[in-house]
C-alpha cells in the first residue's frame, strides 16, 4: 500500500509561486515519517496532497498503483475512504465526544448502537472515558485535539496524517498520543505522515525524516 507523488507541483489560484515544487516520494505502509520545515515552506499543504484533499497544478498522484486523479469519481472516495487527514486545529461536530468518534465508523457502515460500543471502549481503552459525553464546545483545545486524534484512529486508515499532534495536547498526555501512534504502526501497520516542529516526536517515531524548504522535499541524511 503507498502512495507516490510525482513530478508534483503545487500554487494556490492568484499566488504567483509556487508551494510545491517538482516533489517525487513514495509513501509505502508501515513505516512512520516525519515532515519538519519552517512555517510557510509548504508542510500543511504536502500533507493535503498526500491525504487527496488538494489536487496536484501539475504532476500525478499514484495510489495503490492507480493514477488518483484520472479515475472516477467513485473509485476516488473508495481510496479516500483508507486516508484520514487530522488538521492542526481541532475541527469537530456539534454535540458528545462519543459521537464524534463514532462518526467515522457510521459513515463506513458500521451500524450506529456498534460504533456508539466501540468508540465507547476505545476511550475507556485510553482512560479516557470521563470524555464521553461531554460536550465537544466545552473541550479545552488540547482536548479537541486528542479526540479529533482518537476520531481518527478508530477507523483505521491505511495512511494517517497529523498537521502538529501535540501541539496543544496537555504534557501528562503526550506519551500517551505517542505510544498510541507507535501501536498504530506496530499493529495495525499504518503508514503515518506527521508534520511538526517537535523533534520529541521525530526521535521517538520517525522512520524517515523528510525535509521541506521553499516548496521542495528532501530526505534528511
Known sequence: ??????????????LKRWV?????????????????????????????????????????????GRNYWRLSKDERLSIRRNIVYVH?????????VLHNIAFGLMLRGVR???????????????????????????????????????RAIIVKPKILLLDEPLA??????????LDMLNKLRKNDRMTLLISTHDMYITKVLADEVLIIRNGVLSKAS
Do not use: C
Not at 35 to 57: C, D, F, Q, R, W
Not at 88 to 96: A, M, V
Not at 130 to 150: H, K
Open 20 to 64: 510545491l515544487r517538482n516533489v517525487n516520494y513514495e509513501f509505502i505502509g508501515n513505516k512512520t515519517y516525519v515532515i519538519l520545515g519552517p512555517n510557510g515552506a509548504g508542510k500543511t499543504t504536502l500533507m493535503k496532497i498526500v491525504a487527496l484533499l488538494y489536487k496536484p497544478s501539475k504532476g500525478d498522484i499514484i495510489t495503490w
Open 88 to 96: 492542526e486545529k481541532p475541527i469537530l461536530l456539534r454535540g458528545q
Open 1 to 14: 500500500m503507498s502512495i507516490e507523488l510525482r513530478n508534483v507541483w503545487f500554487t494556490y489560484p492568484g
Open 168 to 177: 496543544h495536547i496537555d504534557i501528562d498526555k503526550r506519551e500517551l498520543v
Open 112 to 150: 450506529h448502537e456498534e460504533a456508539l460500543d466501540r468508540a465507547f471502549k476505545l476511550l475507556k481503552d485510553l482512560n479516557l472515558d470521563y470524555l464521553a459525553l461531554r460536550n465537544t464546545s466545552a473541550l479545552s483545545i488540547g482536548e479537541a485535539q486528542l479526540v479529533s486524534i482518537i
